[in-house]
């Protein structure tokens, strides 16, 4: 595998804020099973992507990718919006 070969980490979540200048916050969630008891759980995580035009609105679906850092808390970049709420 290259250099150029990177594999790279895909997300898709829910726009929950975009009331930030060029930044999205996205609600991943994913469905866990207990390791005791064998219950499927509910767990989420909520990330800042960078969304470069600010094309976003709340409620909307998105696919985001692992990048460098662009700041303290945004190391994901938009790729492309599945699902508008609008």
């Known amino acids: ?4 070969e ?4 895909l997300a898709t979540g829910k ?3 975009n009331k930030m200048d060029k930044t999205i916050t996205v609600l991943i969630e ?3 099973k ?5 219950k499927y759980m509910t767990r989420s995580s909520k990330i ?4 470069e035009s600010n ?3 709340v409620g909307d679906t ?8 662009l700041s303290k808390t945004k190391t994901w970049k938009l790729l492309e919006v599945v699902v508008s709420a609008s």
């Not at 595998?1 to 150029?4: G, K, L, Q, R």
């Not at 998105?62 to 850092?69: D, F, I, K, L, N």
């Open 15 to 17: 726009v929950v804020s």
């Open 6 to 9: 990177k594999r790279v980490r």
């Open 1 to 4: 595998m290259s250099v150029a």
């Open 62 to 69: 998105v696919t985001v990718a692992e990048s460098r850092p």
């Open 34 to 38: 207990h390791p005791v008891y064998g």
């Open 30 to 32: 994913r469905r866990e």
């Open 48 to 51: 800042h992507a960078h969304d």
């Open 55 to 57: 094309q976003c609105g």
